[in-house]
């Protein structure tokens, strides 16, 4: 069943239903200012950090989930309705929602009266633009009500929804005109303020929530004033501080109006703080005044359609020049628009970030992830890779000299968050993969020589192609008994704590260790991750390549030389006869082993090792793979280990705490069937790495939305296994890695379209159905034009290559010197 459809020449997704089975969200924003916004205006914004500078409340866990956000209501001659149906749930005569790049449109049709917001970000602009047509489509004149209402968090996510004592106290606001200002703290510490305006005269307003509830007992779907037509221009003094604007309309048949609200941030220097002269018409409760220059400022940006249709117009022209850096034309539509459009979209939002903020992250938790922002760049870099380079610079500065890094940090701070530490034993190796991607995507060998600190010597000269360096010794110094690298805290599956041995309820798996390892410095010295191994000797090599680039080719001889040391160890102890283990606990016993009664075999180190070519000579890479296919997959792709644990392992941790078929005990974790499928298309099995690709793909999942449950636009982190009795069922949309490692599967691997340090590599492994496709790829400077021929129907292999006409050797382009070039390939 579906909710609606894609739009793909205008790069929408259209709901047609607003009881979708989940908020279906989009973000607005791709810079500093970011709204969440749900097909049914749910959601909030945030400057920079959903945390610690959150713009408006967003209640946690709320019934009904998705309440709160930024409401029209209409209160048409009784009538009352919201465009976008919730919260007063008044049955519309007509709904749609378009999510669009940066922009959502929501329309509602009641009685005759047509109500279309659009709502976006701007380009370099911190506000969120809601431009509100309404349309009499009836044949009488109609004179009716329009409320606005936002509710503001007084800026500390986390402090806002537990710190009561304090808060109901410390609200403050200012009004002129149709301007609202939230100025909480701003007298004292706080040199930020917001506002909520709209570009023209009102007739009333609020900014105390229970004055526009109209009691304690009501809630967003019975607002008194809505319902009463008469805002009590309310003025808050502390308790929960909003914003609403009461305008009064008279349309006559077939006439429009439209109104223009912003809701901006602002921050001011510290000597500019306060106006000097209170103007006659302001409304506040303090002696100072908020000096308002920058707000005025914003507001005349954007107070005629004429100016908001320009800003639309400059925010379309970002995406489509963002997304004519790849495009193709496949087969297959729905490999297209994930490929054109959603995918890369959703890349950019992950890219921005992290796992922050989104309807399963709450905005308080996590910060940036080491390992995620790493792994996000790999998908976004050729969209604006001067932003991935400014993104790796802040993400190497919170590494330590000794190669371990903090796990997450703060993007207001860019400072390594403490609580959380480090001591995850993957984290170090995918900032040489990052760093890879960006220098094969840029030619910009110069990033290696960038200054660049480390968190435990803020002020010493150091350079990235140190922090490569340290990144790799990091594991070749830190190896167990097998000669496979420590599995520490956790590696990439965070659930797998292998010194946490915790029996008491409420300790972190992530942060606590067993004072049984405290001794041996943080953690067992005997747990291993062949993980980590088969990530290392995959990314190894990139910094091998790296360094003969420079001309370091004795220190690129030691650092292969450890590289294929440690493939020698995985055969000896990390190959299971059919696929590779997971794992040496701390007892030094196999996990992920035919051995074991539970949770015989692991995705994870799998795709890695057969990319690496571990073992090939002996088969293992098609026997590893067959034994994916046979164990892993199900219908709706593969899941991450098998058997589900069905007991709490505490040697284990936090994997076996999750019933069978979530998250990482046994659940689809979609971002490790991107290996699997880069796997696949690597060992030249198109069909194979096409099917686990469709399997997950959101597009391909529109048709089971009902079941599916999350946005058909945008993968998850998680889909239901089979062993769970909600299969199929997708959480965790927007924030996963999966963006950026199916973008990496589909482009580089199925499509084989592939940045490389000296070119562009195009080796394709396809389903032998297909005759070909094109594409058009903008590579440093240069535009490629890609036609790829398959007369013969095979899988994988460059037959033949020609640019301009002029045959190449191989199947590397080599880099232009800027203008559009042809690119033929036939596969045979
Ligand atoms: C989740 C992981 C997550 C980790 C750290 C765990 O509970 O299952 O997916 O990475 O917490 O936040
Ligand atoms: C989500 C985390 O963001 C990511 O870093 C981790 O790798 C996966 N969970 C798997 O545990």
Redesign the pocket.
């Given at each position: 069943m579906k909710f609606g459809y894609f739009d793909d020449a205008n790069k929408e997704y259209v709901i047609n239903s607003p009881k979708t089975p989940y908020p279906w969200i989009n973000y607005l924003g791709n810079q500093g200012f970011f709204s969440l916004i749900s097909n049914t205006a749910g959601g909030y914004c945030f400057y920079k950090d959903a945390r610690l500078r959150r713009i408006t409340r967003y209640r946690y866990n709320n019934v009904p989930i998705d309440m709160g956000g930024r409401y029209f209501y209409i209160n048409d001659n009784g009538t009352v309705w919201n465009p976008g149906w919730s919260p007063v749930k008044t049955e519309l005569d007509e709904y749609q929602c378009r999510h669009g790049m940066g922009y959502t449109v929501i329309e509602g049709k009641k009685n005759g009266l047509k109500a279309e917001v659009t709502f976006f970000v701007p380009q370099n602009y911190d506000g969120e633009v809601q431009q509100v047509v309404l349309t009499n489509e009836s044949n009488e004149t109609k004179n009716f009500s329009i409320f606005s209402i936002a509710e503001w968090c007084l800026w500390d996510a986390q402090d806002d929804c537990t710190n009561f004592q304090r808060n109901f106290s410390t609200g403050r606001v200012e009004i002129e005109g149709s301007t609202i200002y939230h100025v909480t703290e701003y007298r004292d510490r706080r040199n930020h303020y917001a506002f909520y305006t709209v570009n023209d005269t009102i007739d009333g307003y609020d900014t105390d929530r229970d004055a526009f509830l109209g009691s304690i007992y009501n809630g967003w779907n019975n607002p008194a004033t809505v319902e009463a037509d008469k805002p009590s221009n309310s003025f808050a003094d502390g308790w929960s501080p909003v914003a609403s604007h009461y305008k009064k309309v008279t349309l006559a048949p077939g006439e429009s109006k439209t109104l223009i609200y912003i809701l901006g941030y602002a921050e001011n220097p510290q000597d500019k703080k306060f106006a000097s002269e209170k103007p006659a018409n302001l409304l506040t409760r303090e002696a100072w005044v908020l000096n308002k220059e920058k707000a005025y400022a914003m507001i005349e940006k954007y107070n005629t359609p004429e100016k908001v249709a320009a800003g639309l117009a400059e925010l379309r022209e970002t995406w489509n020049s963002l997304l004519s850096i790849f495009n193709v034309h496949t087969p297959d539509d729905k490999v297209d628009r994930m490929v054109n459009i959603w995918n890369q979209y959703q890349c950019m939002v992950t890219f921005n970030l992290s796992?922050s903020a989104s309807y399963f992250e709450s905005g308080i938790g996590r910060g940036m992830?080491f390992?995620?922002s790493n792994q996000d760049i790999l998908g976004f870099v050729h969209q604006i890779p001067e932003r991935a380079r400014e993104r790796l610079i802040d993400i190497a500065s919170t590494q330590l000299s000794d190669g371990g890094c903090y796990h997450q940090y703060q993007p207001l701070t860019k400072k390594g968050n403490a609580d959380i530490g480090g001591d995850f034993s993957d984290d170090p190796l995918w900032m040489i993969l990052s760093v890879a991607a960006y220098i094969k995507e840029s030619g910009d060998w110069g990033i290696l020589d960038a200054n660049v600190p480390f968190d435990d010597d803020p002020n010493g000269q150091h350079t990235m192609l140190e922090h490569l360096n340290v990144s790799f010794y990091h594991i070749v110094n830190n190896l167990g008994p097998h000669g496979l690298p420590l599995a520490m805290r956790a590696d990439?599956?965070?659930?797998i704590n292998l010194s946490c041995f915790s029996d008491t309820p409420g300790e972190s798996f992530q942060t606590y260790t067993n004072p049984k390892f405290k001794a041996e410095g943080g953690y067992s010295k005997i747990a291993e991750s062949a993980f980590v191994a088969a990530l290392f000797t995959y990314t190894g090599p990139a910094y091998v390549g790296i360094l003969k680039h420079i001309g370091k080719a004795d220190e690129a001889a030691k650092a292969q030389a450890e590289i294929d040391k440690m493939k020698k160890n995985v055969m000896e102890s990390a190959f299971d006869g059919d696929w590779f283990i997971r794992a040496y606990d701390a007892y030094g016993e196999k996990m992920g082993s035919k051995e074991c009664e539970e949770g015989k075999i692991f995705i994870e180190p799998q795709g890695f090792a057969v990319m690496s070519e571990i073992g090939k000579e002996v088969g293992a890479d098609i026997k590893t793979l067959n034994s994916i296919d046979k164990y892993l997959n199900c219908e709706f792709g593969l899941v991450l280990n098998n058997p589900a644990f069905t007991k709490y392992y505490i040697q284990y941790g936090e994997i076996s705490t999750y019933p069978g078929g979530y998250k990482?005990n046994a659940g689809i974790f979609t971002h490790n069937n991107a290996w699997i499928i880069c796997a696949e298309a690597y060992a030249g099995r198109g069909d194979k790495a096409f099917e686990y690709y469709s399997k997950i793909a959101p597009a391909f999942t529109e048709e089971t939305s009902d079941i599916h449950k999350t946005e058909p636009y945008v993968y998850g982190?998680m889909i239901g296994g089979k062993d769970a009795s909600n299969f199929g069922q997708g959480k965790n949309s927007w924030l996963t890695?999966t963006a950026a490692w199916n973008m990496v599967a589909i482009s580089q691997y199925i499509l084989g379209v592939q940045p490389d340090f000296d070119g562009l590599k195009v080796d394709p492994s396809i389903p032998a159905a297909w005759d070909g496709f094109t594409a058009v790829r903008k590579f440093r400077g240069a535009t490629y034009n890609i036609t790829v021929k398959n007369p013969n129907h095979v899988n994988k292999g460059v037959k033949s290559m020609t640019l301009d006409g002029n045959a190449v050797q191989g199947c590397v382009v080599p880099v232009c010197d800027g203008g559009t070039h042809e690119v033929e390939i036939v596969l045979g």
């Open positions: 796992r992830g390992r995620d990439w599956n965070d659930c990482e982190q890695g």
